[in-house]
């Protein structure tokens, strides 16, 4: 995680972030590439309170998977999903905030 203190005023590291997490809407959603290729998109993760890349590549690692992270959001190849928001729960976003689109 960066350092949080100078968004939230001084409060203490650890309750920053979860303010800064409970904040956070994010969606993941399928999308169909060429040749029938599925990828899994995340977004609304803000790339300045989390880094984004080190969350892509945990992801990777936990799913097996290759993927990417661009334009403000992680692309995982084949359809996650729904392991990708258990992931996330594990992790400390809060379940209400994450939203699987159809």
Same mark, same amino acid.
């Given at each position: 995680?960066?350092?949080?203190?100078?968004?939230?005023?001084?409060?203490?590291?650890?309750?920053?972030? /979860?303010?800064?997490?409970? /904040?956070?809407?994010?969606?993941?959603?399928?999308?169909?590439?060429?040749?029938?290729?599925?990828?899994?998109?995340?977004?609304?993760?803000?790339?300045?309170?989390?880094?984004?890349?080190?969350?892509?590549?945990?992801?990777?690692?936990?799913?097996?998977?290759?993927?990417?992270?661009?334009?403000?959001?992680?692309?995982?190849?084949?359809?996650?999903?729904?392991?990708?928001?258990?992931?996330?729960?594990?992790?400390?976003?809060?379940?209400?905030?994450?939203?699987?689109?159809?």
């Amino acid at each position: 995680m960066k350092d949080l203190s100078s968004l939230c005023g001084g409060l203490p590291p650890e309750l920053c972030e /979860q303010l800064s997490m409970e /904040q956070q809407v994010i969606k993941i959603k399928l999308e169909k590439r060429r040749y029938g290729r599925e990828v899994t998109i995340i977004e609304g993760i803000d790339p300045k309170q989390f880094n984004l890349k080190k969350l892509a590549s945990q992801l990777k690692s936990r799913l097996a998977t290759g993927g990417t992270y661009k334009n403000g959001r992680i692309e995982l190849q084949g359809d996650h999903r729904h392991r990708v928001k258990e992931i996330l729960e594990e992790m400390g976003f809060p379940p209400e905030n994450i939203i699987i689109v159809d």
